[in-house]
C-alpha cells in the first residue's frame, strides 16, 4: 500500500515569495504534478503539518483548491505554522472529526493515527497525558502513527529545540508496543531512524531545506522532494525519497 507523504508546504498568499526567495506555491504544484504522474496506485497523501506559513485563510484556500481534483485521499495535520481554527474552517470535512488530538484514519490494511502535536502560540510540539489516553482509546490493529513535530533529536541543534517534548518516554513505549511506524515533518529533511525500536521517518519540504550542521539555523534551497512509503503491515514499511523536479527515463536496450 503507498502512501505519499508531503511535509512543510509554507504556502503563502498570493504573490508573496516565502523570504522573498521562496516560491511556496510553484513547488507544492509541482510536487502534486510529480504525485500525478507517478506509474503507481497511491492509497493517500498525507500532508504533516505547517500548511501555510503564516496560517493564513488564502493560503488554506489555494491548498484545498489545488487538492480538488487530486484522485487521492488527503490526510491534513497542523503544525506549528498553521492556525488550527481557520485550517478547520478551510477543511470542515477533515477536522470535524476530531474529537481531541487523535483521528484514527482506516486505511485499506491497518490505520493511520494522525496525531497534532501542536501547541499554539509555540514552535516545539507536545504529547501529554491526555495525548496518551486518546491514543490508547484509538489503538488496535495495525498501525502507523502521524504526527508534526519529531519526538527524537535529529542532528540539527535549532530544530531539536523546537522538536516535540512532554510524555516522550511513555509515548516511545506505547509506539513501540502499538505501533509499526511513525511520520513526522517539520525538520525540512528527509530523516531516516527509529524511535524506541519504531520505524520513523521525517518529510522533506518540497520548498525549501533545512541546513545540516551545528551553526545558527539557516535555510537551503538544494532539491525540495517528498517521501513515498509502501506500507505492508505486520511485513515492512519502505521509503523511497522524491525530488520535487522529475527527469526523463532512459531504458536500457533489451
Ligand atoms: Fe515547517
Do not use: K
Given at each position: ?7 512543510d508546504?509554507?504556502l ?5 515569495a ?27 497523501l ?15 484556500l ?6 480538488a ?11 506549528n ?11 470542515p ?23 497534532d ?12 497525558a491526555s495525548?496518551?489516553a ?17 519526538p ?8 531539536d ?8 518516554e ?6 513501540a ?5 511513525l511520520?513526522?515533518?517539520?525538520v525540512h ?6 524511535f ?7 518529510a522533506?519540504?518540497?520548498a ?10 539557516a535555510?537551503?534551497l538544494?532539491?525540495?522532494g ?18 520535487v ?7 536500457y536496450?533489451?
Amino acid at each position: 500500500m503507498w502512501i505519499a507523504h508531503f511535509s512543510d508546504l509554507h504556502l503563502t498568499r498570493e504573490g508573496q515569495a516565502l523570504y522573498g526567495q521562496v516560491d511556496t506555491r510553484a513547488a507544492f504544484l509541482a510536487a502534486l504534478a510529480r504525485l500525478r504522474d507517478l506509474p503507481l496506485s497511491v492509497e493517500l497523501l498525507l500532508i504533516s503539518g505547517d500548511l501555510a506559513e503564516g496560517g493564513e485563510a488564502e493560503a488554506y484556500l489555494f491548498l484545498r483548491q489545488a487538492l480538488a481534483d487530486l484522485p487521492v485521499p488527503v490526510a491534513l495535520l497542523p503544525g506549528n505554522h498553521d492556525c488550527r481554527a481557520t485550517l478547520g474552517r478551510g477543511f470542515p470535512e477533515q477536522f470535524a472529526a476530531w474529537q481531541g488530538p487523535v483521528l484514527r484514519l482506516p486505511l485499506s490494511q491497518g490505520s493511520l493515527l494522525l496525531l497534532d502535536s501542536s501547541v499554539p502560540g509555540r514552535e516545539w510540539g507536545q504529547v501529554d497525558a491526555s495525548t496518551l489516553a486518546a491514543l490508547e482509546a484509538a489503538a488496535g490493529g495495525p498501525l502507523l502513527v502521524a504526527m508534526h513535530h519529531p519526538p527524537f533529536p535529529v542532528g540539527i541543534p535549532g530544530m531539536d529545540a523546537i522538536a516535540c517534548r512532554g510524555s516522550l518516554e511513555a509515548f516511545g513505549q506505547w509506539l513501540a508496543g502499538a505501533a509499526e511506524g511513525l511520520l513526522c515533518g517539520h525538520v525540512h529533511r528527509q530523516v531516516a531512524t527509529q524511535f524506541h525500536g519504531v520505524p520513523a521517518r521525517v518529510a522533506p519540504s518540497p520548498a525549501h531545506q533545512i541546513a545540516l550542521g551545528p551553526r545558527a539555523l539557516a535555510y537551503t534551497l538544494e532539491p525540495g522532494g517528498f517521501l513515498l512509503h509502501d506500507w505492508q503491515p505486520g511485513r515492512h514499511l519502505l521509503t523511497h525519497w522524491l525530488p520535487v523536479q522529475a527527469a526523463p527515463l532512459h531504458f536500457y536496450p533489451e
